[in-house]
């Protein structure tokens, strides 16, 4: 038999919730939209636009929109913008669990294991999130309106000045405070690479065009201490198989055609967002990955351990798989003795 060779993360042995039937995923995101979003949301009530302008109504968030479409907004992607917004939610309890345990445990513990990096501290309670490709702002309003309390500060970046004067005038409709709510004009990786150096935030969320790898390398160094990514990519013929060249660029694994193809993306991404982050002695912790529509979406957290990092490689694997019978079989890369 002919094999064909694809680098994959293994997780644990576990298989990830992925290429689920529609139906059955429906349901999956419904029960975890009943116990984190408020179900009987109330529709703002909008005046008539001006003329050249429209309103657009999603979650608790209502933006302006010019009907020249100047600025991107994708529709479809309004389950992704949900799924964030939950995922946050399931973050922040996770988060205030941990730092109970802590309080508890900290008599008990040195000073110097609970010492936090400094880049990570900041005034007030909440998170300080950024969403690098803001577009419209949509994302980051829903953030402030739907998690009011959880939020410290929220900074929406893009690069296109157009977008950024979108993102300032919906802020104001939709009356956020401008302490908590910051728009930024600036490229997405140097906005990270900056924040690297003097605050990271414990959120990041990538929702670019296409595939988000140049991006992942400025992410895992700007994301805080068990700090969150939420990350997209639409480049599904890439990851899919399609274009195996292209893949081994961006992501540095080739991918497997065939009936597994879309967990074999999820564990592709997982995979070179891993080896970003073991370059600067970090490691990460999947919270959550699906393959939806066209894109598929990832959560993770970013933790800093070398002695990980040094077993990083036991949990990537080759995936081989034979053309005639469809056979497959992982091939570790190494194991820990």
Not at 99 to 124: L, V
Not at 159 to 164: F, G, K, Q, S, Y
Not at 290 to 307: C, G, M, Q
Request: proline letters at 5%.
């Amino acid at each position: 038999c002919c094999w064909m060779l694809v680098g994959l993360l293994r997780l644990a042995s576990s298989r990830l919730s992925t290429t689920q039937p529609k139906t059955k995923l429906t349901r999956t995101i419904q029960s975890i939209h009943k116990r984190f979003m408020s179900t009987e949301q109330a529709t703002p009530s909008v005046a008539e636009p001006a003329k050249g302008w429209k309103y657009i109504t999603e979650g608790q968030a209502t933006i302006m929109f010019p009907d020249d479409n100047a600025v991107f907004y994708n529709k479809a992607m309004e389950t992704n913008r949900d799924l964030s917004i939950m995922t946050t939610k399931i973050f922040m309890d996770i988060l205030n669990k941990e730092q109970e345990t802590k309080a508890t445990s900290s008599s008990s513990s040195s000073s110097s294991a609970q010492r936090k990096d400094k880049r990570d501290i900041h005034d007030g309670p909440g998170i300080r999130i950024l969403e690098a490709l803001s577009a419209t702002g949509l994302r980051s309003i829903r953030y402030c309106k739907e998690i009011p309390e959880g939020i410290h500060s929220i900074v929406s970046n893009d690069i296109d000045p157009a977008a950024v004067e979108s993102i300032r005038r919906n802020f104001d409709y939709n009356n956020l405070n401008p302490s908590v709510a910051i728009p930024n004009l600036g490229d997405a990786c140097m906005v990270m690479y900056e924040s690297s150096r003097t605050h990271r935030y414990d959120l990041i969320d990538l929702d670019p065009y296409g595939s988000p790898s140049v991006f992942l390398d400025a992410a895992v160094q700007a994301v805080s201490e068990g700090g969150m990514l939420g990350i997209t990519a639409t480049d599904m013929a890439v990851l899919c198989g399609n274009y195996p060249e292209s893949c081994w660029a961006k992501y540095a694994s080739l991918p497997l055609r065939g009936g597994s193809c879309h967990e074999a993306a999820l564990r592709i991404l997982l995979y070179s967002i891993e080896l970003h982050a073991n370059k600067y002695k970090r490691h990460i912790v999947p919270m959550f990955a699906l393959s939806i529509d066209y894109y598929i979406r990832v959560f993770v957290r970013v933790y800093t351990s070398p002695a990980e990092v040094r077993n990083s490689f036991s949990k990537v694997s080759r995936g081989l798989r034979c053309p005639i019978c469809h056979s497959f079989h992982l091939n570790s890369v190494g194991r820990i003795l």
